[in-house]
């Protein structure tokens, strides 16, 4: 099984919407982000989570927000989804204790078509 | 600002040929610099990061990357690429010490392998 899980892989939906994306980890990471990626854009971050209690809002955070359930459990939510929030969405971890790595674990992503 | 940037958006090479994946930095301070890389359908794995010490890193996949801090580059080479390379690539870059919050990715490189 994935360190990194998240549901659903794929998802369609229509404009207005209320939309969860779910990651949860095995990895034992206290932290964990979430990402969106566009052709030619690259990967941008979304949200972050140092904790259960530290949420903080990254580069792109309008439009979305975001749930730490658990150490292992981080969900995405889109409140109304908009066509350009289309897009393959990433959750990804990171061990505070390995903190000078700076490497991020992911998972396989979630596409979602916003209609 | 920080910034990475790679300049070729699509790239192909014939199998068994060398490959050579460019990208450059903006950083205000001794950088890390990172390779990733996403296989179709999958999330990304690192290939290979630069901390300090030797300029040239040795990473999976028979990978390796230089810096080179007067030229603010960190290339990936492979001396013979094999048609499981075909993938994107990301350069990013981040500080010493700082969260993985704080790393920015380039917009990646797609690379296709002519057999």
């Known amino acids: 099984d994935a360190d990194v899980t998240q549901t659903p892989r794929n998802r369609i939906t229509k404009t207005g919407k209320r939309i969860m994306l779910e990651c949860s980890q095995t990895?034992?990471?206290?932290?964990m982000y979430w990402y969106r990626q566009d052709p030619g854009l690259g990967l941008r971050l979304i949200y972050y989570s140092f904790d259960v209690k530290d949420i903080n809002k990254g580069e792109i955070s309008d439009g979305y927000s975001v749930s730490r359930q658990a150490q292992a459990k981080f969900s995405l939510s889109l409140e109304s989804a908009i066509p350009n929030q289309t897009a393959l969405y990433f959750c990804a971890t990171s061990d505070s204790l390995n903190l000078n790595t700076g490497e991020l674990f992911f998972g396989e992503g979630s596409r979602l078509t916003v209609l | 600002a920080q910034s990475v940037t790679q300049p070729d958006i699509h790239i192909t090479v014939s199998e068994g040929a060398s490959l050579e994946l460019r990208c450059n930095y903006s950083?205000?301070?001794?950088?890390?610099l990172f390779w990733y890389v996403q296989s179709p359908g999958q999330g990304l794995q690192l290939l290979l990061k630069y901390f300090s010490g030797d300029t040239l890193v040795q990473g999976i996949k028979g990978f390796e990357a230089e810096f080179k801090r007067s030229q603010s580059s960190f290339n990936l080479r492979k001396p013979s690429v094999h048609w499981s390379d075909a993938a994107e690539y990301f350069c990013a870059v981040g500080g010493r010490y700082s969260s993985a919050s704080k790393i920015i990715f380039g917009s990646g490189t797609r690379l296709s392998i002519r057999p």
């Open positions: 950083y205000g301070a001794t950088p890390y």
């Open positions: 990895k034992g990471h206290d932290r």
